[in-house]
Structures are given as structure tokens and as C-alpha cells.
């Protein structure tokens, strides 16, 4: 006797994110087991993440390298520039790239870090004489070279710079690992006068020894951020009297250029996973969560495994913290708008972006580095180039493992990608050779009043377009794991969900 | 026979005829007045006239030669008087009365120098029976003050064998008595002062200095001063504390400054050292240990405070150091000071305890110079008495002379106030040879200058 098909509809797949830390029989259908090139759309939706437009025309001055960190200079006076770095040079401007290098001024790393402070914009790496650049004298220069300047030694020259509380800080050295400088206050090329000073922490570390790694500045504290611990100061505003207000073992920071700041906390990437520092200090008698607990391992895997430099950017635009090991090529992407049941952020992942810095400005716009120059983060193309939109499921048992599921068909749903085309798979028992349906999406064009809509035979639309296929299936397995691809190529993609209709076979 | 000059009182002089006339200021012998011939002058002396005055011959020149003139008409005239007297009786009576009279001059002559000699030996008698006579005190504790005057010998003393045996003192012994200035000064700076003055310095040498005595020598008074064995010791024992402390007083303080500011340092460290630790911990706790802000020279303001107050305990350290210093350094000089007029004071005391026995001497001294003075005027008395005895017989002898001459005279003048009166023509021969003989001696002179008419 014919059995009824059932029904199982994965409603908003993925809209929890990858998890990779659950085993996929237990795994709920809202994770997914791969998406790539996916971020959490408004509506909750795995969708297609946006591609990235250059911007740059003329990068002689970056060869063949990549813009390894964008920064947008800002005065009081409304002037901006974008100054980044590359090449071992130091670069500005966006469509034409010039090189801003001082004279006789030799750069071999571009791991520089450049932040605002008082008018002028500075550049810190460790080892370098530490370079600024202000709208009136309209050049990079040494900061040493700057009038009134003292104090800028090479004991200075650190790899951290934070422009907080009225001073810059600096950390991070050659030789020293446990000691932070601060400039005399709203002056960043006094090191030695005024109310400047220098704080050892060597004795402060509550696991004894750590080196400093990054510095913030949140809710009134100096937040120092060692490779295994954190201790945070009070009364940075008078630095000579701050004390500590809090200190936390076991969790540090990796890389500087991990620290973003979400407004109402700050983010960084511990050996772990990617942290939260209010939730860190709210919790540090407690089993700490990460924000990267579905993707631990993974984390964990590239991080150790990076040997470049890693970049984030924090954007409440877009509401993600991107954050890219630059030597593997990979970005994951936290969606920063929820946490799931586990108090983890929704991680999409974005290989092979050729992403190597970011920048948000003032006004919300994205920039990412790349080799190609400075691009912005929009549009549906990598540079007028399609990029492969991923989701998998996890392996699915519709609630009886020991039974055998017949897949008769499947009808996923679909919001945009205009004439994309679709590649609908599946697999049975944690094979990795998927069975393939392919299928192109319509066309769909937007109409507006007074245009072809209203005075020509053709159909327009009135919004998204919206696209359900139903496709046969074929096989068999105890399991099922669903999956879909899309060359995204110049229109969004989300997938609204999926309909499994498969026949519930005998036990095995 | 000689001739008394009124104003002359000269002795052996006098005009002799056919001897020599004795002048005032002459001196020379062998000339004489001869009898009608002029003044022979052989050498002139002390007279005041030019030798070829008195070398110049009668008949030379005209004015010398009217000089011997006038000089012979006076001597001329004075033999006629002689003459004359002699051979008139009442010459002689005038004689018998001149010779008393000049009995009755030698007397009262005589009797002046009798009443010289005899004063001359009282009033040596006196001197010698008021001469200072040497005298000794000797005090209760030993000492003696004696005084003799020239070749005297000092008074016997009277308690000569109070004095205490060798080796004890009064008041016992200052352990700074015998060091040299030197030594008390390395006992001071190295400690044994410090801690106490009683140990680690040398024993106290006695002293055995000599008395110090009036020795004679030449005139004078000659006043000497002894004290007793134990005086003299505690004299030295103070003089030399007083050496001590005055060439203690003289040396750099800066050694001492710095000995009591390392002392002083001492007493603060372990506080300071506390205040450290805690706001070490403090900071270490703030983990603010590590924190070094220009503004606070390198430091916390915690640090900078107590590194402040730190340094002001120093600077007050050490300027109290270099007070107390000073104030010892002063203290030194009054100890000196104290000790030196200290050791004065059995002299001090030997010279009050002299008072008494000043004023008893005196007392004695006055006591002898009134019996001296006593017998100076009851001795004077005598002669005095005998002065007016025989002044009294002088007197008779020279008022008998004098009452012989006088009847002479009177009888003379009676004489002559008859028509023929040979003792008028005498004396009016006399007078007149003598005043035509100055009148030849002022023409000569005047003939002689020129100025004569």
C-alpha cells in the first residue's frame, strides 16, 4: 500500500547560523552545517551577503599587494581623508592611491594601526617611529618631527595605540611587553611632559605574566588586554591616579585588530573564540560563554593556523563583526542583532573573499581592502564578479533515525536572485557526493509608476521577487542533509525555506 | 780779712788785700786786686768777660786804658778806707762787732746743717721702720698667697704641713683630666663621648706642678700664690677639660653634623620604610606599582608625596644635624668656658680667702706707719726744739754784734755832723773813688763801641 509523502519544512534555515560544535543528528533545522557567503538577512533569513565594488582605479603605489588597513582621517573642521596602507607604504585616497610615505622613511610590515585623535591621525606599529598626519600641514610626517614634540623614542614605539580619554596610549613593544604609555593630555606628540607617563603592569597580571596585546577604552575603564588576561583601570581620565578595577585570568585577546566596539560593549577574539568584554567581566566566575560557541573549533583551527594578520570591523549597519584571518583567506560573520539559546552570535562564513582590512566611516559605509584597492561593501558582485552563495543543512532524521527517508521532492522557496541559477542538493547518511537539481530563476523587474507596467504589456513586479520550485529527488538513507548553492551575481539572495517531502520508510 | 759781698754766699771768697778778690763765677786763682796797679786777670773762668778785656794793659787803648783806670780809682778808694779804719779805735769796736755777728751767722749756720743731718736720720729710720713687710695666708684647704717686696723672704708659713698627701683630689676625678686636646676630641667623634663620657678614656693623671711662689728678683713686690696638692690637681683636671672642650669647640662640625644626621636618619628609616611597604601595597593593589607620570616626577602622586615628605624629613634632618651641631659646638665653648673659669676658682678663692688677711696686714701696715710717723714727729720736735735754741743764741750774738755796730754808726754820724769829721772825708773819699772809677769804666766801654761822645 502507498504511503502519504510527509512533509517536512525547514522554515528560515540557517537563520541560527553554522554550528559546528553539535553533533548533526541533534542539531536543530534552524543551524546549518555549511553557509558560506551568508549573512542573517533583516527578516531572519540565510541569505546572500553583499559583494564588494572597487573603488580604486589607479593602485600603482599597491602593485600587486593588498591594502592591508583603511582608516578614515576626520577633523573638526569636516576635512576627511582615507589613508591606508600596503606595499609597505603608507597610501591615501580611494580612487587613485598616493603614496603618503615620509621621506626617507623605510617601511618593511604593513601591519600598522592609524586612529583619530585631537585633529590629527597617527600611525603606530611596532618598532616604527610612529608617523601623523593633520590637514593643515597636509603631509605624513614623523611624529618626532612635529613642534613641541618630546619624549618619542623608540621605547615608544608600540604596535597598540588607543586614543582615549583625552591622550594616546601605546603598547606593545619591541622589548617590552608590560608597560603602556600615555602622551600628556590632547598633545599625542608629548611623551615626556606635561601629565604624560607610562604604567609597568608586569606586577599586575593576575596569572603572573602576560604581555600586553590591545588596549580599549570602555565605560570609563582602560581596558588592557593581555594574550591570557584582562585587567581593566579606573580613573583613566587622570592617569597617574587609575587603579584597577577588575581583572580577569584565563581570557585574553589574540590580535589587536580584533577589538571593535559595538557601543555597548566591546568585542575581541580570545584563543577560544570571539569574546565579549561586559559579558567576560559579568561572567568570570562563571563558565564564560563565547560568542563564537558554535563555531569554536573552527575559530580555534584558524587561528591558530593564521600567519597574517587578522581584521574586523564592526558594523551596526549591517549589524555583523566581521572578522578575517587574512592568510586563509577567511571571514566569518557574526550577526550581532542576537544571540541563540547558547548565547552565541549567528556565524555565517565567507571564504575566499581576498578580504584584507576593513574601515567603517562616519557615515555607515563599508570599505574593505583587497589587492584590488579599496572597494565598499555593497552590490551583489565581487567587483562585477559572482561568488557562490552556500547553504547545508545538518543531517536530518525528521524526528525517527531509525527509519529509512525516501526524498520524493523538494520545494525550496527562494526571495530574489534574478535569473540565478540554483543548485539543489542532497545526500544521505553523511555522504559528501551530493545529488544535484538545478534550476534558474525567473527575472523580475521592478515597476514604477508611469513606466512599462502601466503603459506596456509587460509584467512588472511591485517588490521582491519571490520563487518556489518543487524538484524530484532520488535515493534513500536513514538521514538527509539538504543543500543549496547560487552564484550570486548582482541581486540578493535569501532563502525563505524549504519543503522536504520524503516517504518514512521501514526500520532498519 | 774777708769781704762779705751782700748776695754773695759763696764760701772762702771774699776781697783780701794782698790776696784775692773772690767773685761770683770766678773760679780762678792767683789773680788778685794789687795796690796801684789795676785788675789782674791772669785766666778768666766762669766771669763772663772777653779775654782780651781782661788781658788788656793800661795806656793801650784808649777805652781799655780809661776801663783800668776807673777799675783802680774804686780799688784805690776802698784801700783809703781800710787804712783809715784801722787806725781809728772805733774801727775796732765796729770789727769786735762784726766778728760777733759773724759768730752768730756760722752758729745759725751750723745749727741748719746739724738739724739736716739729724732729720735725714729720722726720716731713714722712718723709711725703714715703714718698709713693707712680707706676709703669707694660707687658706683651710692649703693654698697660700704670700707676698714679699725686693730681696725680702717670703713669710715662714705658718701651717706648712697641711698639705694632703700626694694623689688626692677634690671632687674627684673628670675622665677628661690629662688628655690633650687631641684626645678628647677622638673620644667625642668616636663615640665614647656619645654614649657616655665615662669609659674608654685614660685615667686621670695628678697633677704635680710646683707651687708657684714669689721668688726674689729685684725690687718690687713681689706677690706669690700657692695652692694645695688637690687644688692644683683639680686646677689642672678643669684646665685640661677646659683644653678639651675648647679645641673640641674649634674643630669642623661637618663630621658631627653628618654623625648626628646618619642618627637621626636611623631613627626615621623604619618608619619611612613602613610608609613604603604600605603604599607599596596600596599601589600594588591599585595596580597603580608600576605607574610613573611626568607630572608627579616619575611617580604617583603617592609615591611623589612620600618621596616629598621623605626629602623633607631629610632637609630637616639635616639642618636640625648641622643645629644640634652647633648647639654642641657651643656647648663645647661654654663647657670650656665653665671649666676654665672652674679652674680658676681656687684661685678665686685663694685670693678672697687673702682678704682678710690684706686687711689685717694693712691694719698692721697702718699700725707701723703710725709709730713710724709718731716717731718721725717727736724726733722732729727735738729738733726743731733745738733749732730754735740755738737760733736763739744766734740771735743774741748777732744783736749783740749788731748793737756794737750800731753804737759805731751812731757815734759816727754824731762825728760827723761836726765841721771837721775825718771819717766823713773817708767814706766821701771812699764813695767818690769808687763812683769816679765806674764812671772811667763806662767811658772806657763806650769809647771801646764807639758810642761814646
Known amino acids: 500500500m502507498a504511503q502519504q509523502l510527509q512533509s517536512i519544512n525547514l522554515v528560515a534555515p540557517a537563520f541560527k547560523g553554522v554550528n559546528t560544535e553539535d553533533s548533526p543528528l541533534a542539531q536543530d533545522p534552524s543551524f546549518a552545517e555549511i553557509a558560506d557567503n551568508a549573512v542573517i538577512d533583516k527578516r531572519g533569513r540565510i541569505a546572500a551577503r553583499k559583494g564588494h565594488d572597487v573603488i580604486t582605479t589607479t593602485k600603482t603605489v599597491l602593485g600587486t599587494e593588498s591594502i592591508r588597513a583603511i582608516k578614515e582621517f576626520r577633523d573638526d573642521g569636516g576635512n576627511t581623508k582615507i589613508f591606508s596602507v600596503g606595499n609597505n607604504k603608507i597610501i591615501s585616497g580611494t580612487t587613485t592611491l598616493v603614496d603618503e610615505t615620509p621621506a626617507s622613511y623605510t617601511i618593511t610590515a604593513d601591519n600598522w594601526k592609524m586612529v583619530n585623535f585631537n585633529d590629527n591621525i597617527y600611525f603606530f606599529q611596532r ?19 612635529v613642534s613641541g614634540a618630546a619624549g618619542v623614542a623608540s621605547a615608544m614605539y608600540g604596535n597598540e595605540v588607543l586614543a582615549a580619554y583625552g591622550r594616546l596610549w601605546t603598547a606593545d613593544f619591541s622589548s617590552n611587553k608590560s608597560t603602556i604609555y600615555w602622551s600628556d593630555l590632547l598633545i599625542g606628540h608629548d611623551w615626556s611632559g606635561g601629565t604624560s607617563g607610562n604604567i609597568d603592569i608586569s606586577k599586575v597580571w593576575p596569572d603572573g605574566y602576560d604581555e600586553i596585546v590591545a588596549l580599549a577604552a570602555h565605560n570609563g575603564l582602560l581596558i588592557i588586554f593581555g594574550k591570557h588576561s584582562i585587567i581593566a583601570y579606573q580613573g583613566a581620565e587622570a592617569p597617574a591616579t587609575m587603579s584597577v578595577a577588575d581583572t580577569v585570568a584565563g581570557v585574553g585577546c589574540v590580535d589587536r585588530d580584533t577589538v571593535q566596539y559595538t557601543g555597548t560593549d566591546v568585542l575581541f577574539l580570545s584563543h577560544t573564540g570571539l569574546k565579549s568584554f561586559g559579558r567576560t567581566i559579568q561572567e568570570k566566575s562563571m563558565p564564560i560563554s563565547s560568542l563564537s560557541g558554535n563555531i569554536t573549533k573552527d575559530i580555534i583551527a584558524s587561528l591558530q593556523a593564521e600567519t597574517e594578520f587578522f581584521r574586523s570591523v564592526y558594523s551596526p549597519e549591517e549589524g555583523f563583526y566581521l572578522l578575517t584571518f587574512t592568510g586563509q583567506n577567511t571571514t566569518f560573520c557574526f550577526d550581532v542583532r542576537g544571540t541563540v539559546e547558547n548565547g552565541s552570535y549567528r556565524v555565517t562564513r565567507w571564504p575566499g573573499t581576498g578580504f584584507t582590512s576593513f574601515t567603517r566611516l562616519e557615515d555607515g559605509t563599508l570599505y574593505i581592502g583587497t ?4 572597494s565598499e561593501y555593497t552590490g551583489y558582485a565581487d567587483n562585477d564578479e559572482a561568488y557562490r552563495f552556500k547553504y547545508y543543512s545538518p543531517s536530518l532524521t525528521f524526528g525517527d533515525s531509525s527509519r529509512i527517508k525516501i526524498l520524493k521532492k523538494l520545494k525550496p522557496t527562494l526571495v530574489g536572485a534574478n535569473s ?5 542538493k542532497w545526500a544521505y547518511d553523511f555522504d559528501t557526493t551530493f545529488a544535484t537539481a538545478e534550476f534558474t530563476v525567473g527575472t523580475q523587474v521592478t515597476g514604477y509608476f508611469n513606466e512599462s507596467e502601466f503603459n506596456s504589456t509587460a509584467e512588472f513586479t511591485g517588490g521582491e521577487l519571490t520563487s518556489q520550485r518543487s524538484l524530484n529527488a532520488t535515493g534513500y538513507g536513514t538521514s538527509v542533509q539538504v543543500g543549496l548553492e547560487a552564484d550570486i551575481d548582482g541581486s540578493p539572495l535569501s532563502l ?12 532498519l | 780779712m774777708n769781704l762779705n759781698l ?7 771768697g771774699g776781697a783780701t788785700i794782698g790776696g784775692g778778690l773772690n767773685l761770683p763765677g770766678y773760679t780762678g786763682t792767683g789773680g788778685g786786686l794789687t795796690t796801684g796797679g789795676g785788675l789782674n786777670i791772669p785766666a778768666m773762668g766762669e766771669a763772663d768777660i772777653p779775654v782780651d778785656l781782661a788781658t788788656a794793659t793800661a795806656g793801650g787803648l784808649g777805652g781799655l786804658g780809661q776801663i783800668a783806670g776807673g777799675i783802680g780809682d774804686i780799688f784805690g778808694g776802698l784801700m783809703g778806707a781800710g787804712q783809715q779804719a784801722l787806725s781809728s779805735p772805733n774801727a775796732l769796736m765796729g770789727l769786735a762787732g762784726g766778728l760777733l755777728t759773724k759768730e752768730a751767722y ?20 722712718g723709711q725703714a721702720e715703714s718698709q713693707f713687710r712680707p706676709f703669707t695666708v694660707t687658706t683651710p684647704t692649703g693654698a697660700m698667697f704670700s707676698t714679699s717686696m725686693g730681696d725680702q723672704q717670703p713669710a715662714p708659713t705658718p701651717m706648712g704641713a697641711m698639705a694632703p698627701p700626694s694623689g688626692q683630689f677634690i671632687g674627684g676625678a673628670s675622665p677628661l683630666a690629662g688628655m690633650t686636646p687631641e684626645q678628647i676630641q677622638a673620644a667625642m667623634t668616636g663615640g665614647g663621648l656619645a654614649g657616655g663620657i665615662a ?16 721668688t726674689p728678683a729685684g725690687d718690687g713686690l713681689q706677690v706669690g700664690m700657692q695652692l694645695s696638692p688637690q687644688e692644683q690637681a683639680l686646677q689642672q683636671q678643669l684646665l685640661g677639660g677646659a683644653g678639651g672642650f675648647f679645641g673640641q669647640a674649634a674643630q669642623p662640625t661637618a663630621d658631627r653634623e653628618q654623625a648626628i644626621f646618619e642618627r637621626m636618619r636611623a631613627a626615621q628609616r623604619p618608619e619611612e620604610e613602613r610608609q ?41 634632618s639635616m639642618l636640625t644635624a648641622m643645629q644640634q651641631a652647633q648647639a654642641e659646638q657651643a656647648q663645647q665653648a661654654t663647657l670650656g668656658g665653665q671649666f676654665l673659669g672652674a679652674g680658676y676658682l681656687p684661685q678665686q678663692q685663694l685670693i678672697a680667702a687673702t682678704q682678710p688677711g690684706l686687711i689685717q696686714q694693712e691694719l698692721a701696715q697702718q699700725a707701723q706707719q703710725f709709730g713710724t710717723g709718731l716717731f718721725g714727729e717727736t724726733a722732729l720736735s727735738g729738733i726743731e726744739a733745738q733749732l730754735l735754741a740755738e737760733q736763739a743764741r744766734a740771735n743774741l750774738l748777732g744783736g749783740i754784734g749788731s748793737n756794737v755796730i750800731s753804737g759805731l754808726i751812731n757815734q759816727q754820724r754824731a762825728a760827723s755832723a761836726a765841721p771837721s769829721s775825718g771819717g766823713s772825708s773817708s767814706l766821701g773819699g771812699l764813695f767818690s773813688s769808687i763812683a769816679g772809677g765806674l764812671g772811667s769804666i763806662g767811658g772806657g766801654i763806650a769809647d771801646i763801641l764807639g758810642i761814646g761822645g
Open chain 1, 127 to 145: 618598532g616604527y617611529e610612529p608617523l601623523v598626519y593633520d590637514n593643515a600641514g597636509g603631509s605624513v610626517i614623523k611624529l618626532s618631527t
Open chain 2, 199 to 214: 669609659g674608654g678614656l685614660p685615667a686621670p693623671q695628678p697633677a704635680a706642678q710646683p707651687a708657684v711662689m714669689p
Open chain 1, 420 to 424: 540565478a541559477t540554483v543548485f539543489l
Open chain 2, 106 to 125: 756760722d752758729r745759725l749756720s751750723n745749727i741748719g746743717e746739724q738739724a739736716k743731718r739729724e732729720a735725714m736720720g729720722v726720716a731713714e729710720r
Open chain 1, 371 to 374: 589587492s584590488q584597492g579599496i
Open chain 2, 276 to 316: 613604603r611597604l604600605a603604599l607599596e601595597e596600596r599601589l600594588a593593589a591599585q595596580g597603580r606599582l608600576g605607574t610613573s607620570s611626568a607630572a608627579y616626577g616619575g611617580a604617583t602622586p603617592e609615591l611623589l608625596a612620600l618621596s616629598t615628605a621623605e626629602r623633607e624629613a631629610r632637609d630637616r
Open chain 2, 6 to 12: 751782700p748776695g754773695y754766699t759763696g764760701t772762702g
Open chain 1, 496 to 507: 525563505q525555506e524549504i519543503n522536504v517531502m520524503a516517504l518514512i520508510g521501514k526500520l
